[in-house]
C-alpha cells in the first residue's frame, strides 16, 4: 500500500524558514515522480516543484528562489527547504507521487498526472 506522510510545517513570521519532508513507502517501482504542491484557501491546487532523473530541481515562478527541493532516492524521501517565507505561501503542503516514470522539467505543474497524495502539512505565515 503506497503511503506519502508529509511532516515539518507549522507557522512562521514572514521571513522564516521551514523545512518539510515527505516520506514515501510502499512500492518499488526504480522509476518514479515526486512533487511538492499546496493549496491556500478558496485557491486551486498549485504545483511548487519536483526534480527530474538527473537531479534537475524545478520551481514554480512564485517559489523560485526561496525554496529548495531535495530528493533521497535511497530512502525515497523528498523534502522542501522553504526560506524568506511570505503571507502569501500559508496554504497545506502536499506530496505527490507518479509512479512508473521520471518527472520532467515541468511535471510539477500536473496535479492531475499524480495518483498518490499524502495527508498534507499546514504551513502558515503570519506578517
Known amino acids: 500500500q503506497v503511503q506519502l506522510m508529509e511532516s515539518g510545517g507549522g507557522s512562521v513570521q514572514a521571513g522564516g524558514s521551514l523545512r518539510l519532508s515527505c516520506v514515501a513507502s510502499?512500492?518499488?517501482?526504480?522509476?518514479?515522480?515526486m512533487a511538492w504542491f499546496r493549496q491556500a484557501p478558496g485557491k486551486e491546487r498549485e504545483g511548487i516543484a519536483s526534480?527530474?532523473?538527473?537531479?534537475?530541481?524545478n520551481y514554480a515562478d512564485s517559489v523560485k528562489g526561496r525554496f529548495t527541493i531535495s530528493q533521497d532516492n535511497s530512502n525515497k524521501i523528498l523534502t522542501l527547504q522553504m526560506n524568506s517565507l511570505k503571507p502569501e505561501d500559508t496554504a497545506m503542503y502536499y506530496c505527490?507521487?507518479?509512479?512508473?516514470?521520471?518527472?520532467?522539467?515541468?511535471?510539477?505543474?500536473?496535479?492531475?498526472?499524480?495518483?498518490?497524495w499524502g495527508q498534507g502539512t499546514q504551513v502558515t505565515v503570519s506578517s
Open positions: 510502499g512500492f518499488t517501482d526504480s522509476r518514479y515522480c
Open positions: 505527490a507521487l507518479r509512479r512508473g516514470i521520471y518527472c520532467t522539467y515541468d511535471t510539477y505543474r500536473w496535479a492531475a498526472l499524480f495518483g498518490y
Open positions: 526534480m527530474t532523473s538527473t537531479d534537475s530541481a
